[in-house]
């Protein structure tokens, strides 16, 4: 049996963001450019699934933040990974890679 939760790249919104030190969100991440911090949000995110018990992560979610998006303080802007397809795309594979790497599945 496979139990799974939507676990976003969001530290105030996330288990791991309350669970871990180690957890820096996707709008910090986005805006120092840090494609280490992708992973390691991934891994952290991974290891705190499993901790509870759980094995799929249905996040994240591949949102593309716009400027008229920018200008909101709500979850949609702080999970955001980037404000292009590519830059989304690219901070979502190694965020994806570090999950992968606790043995996390990702729907």
Known sequence: MHVGAEETASPGRSLAGHLSADAVGARAIRQHGDLSGARTLGRVTGEVLRML???????????????????????????????????VLGYTTVYMRGLQATAASVV
């Open 53 to 87: 018990g759980l094995d799929i992560n249905f996040a994240p979610v591949m949102s593309i933040i716009t400027q008229a998006r920018s200008q909101l303080t709500n979850g949609l802007y702080s999970r955001s990974l980037g404000s292009s397809p590519g830059e």
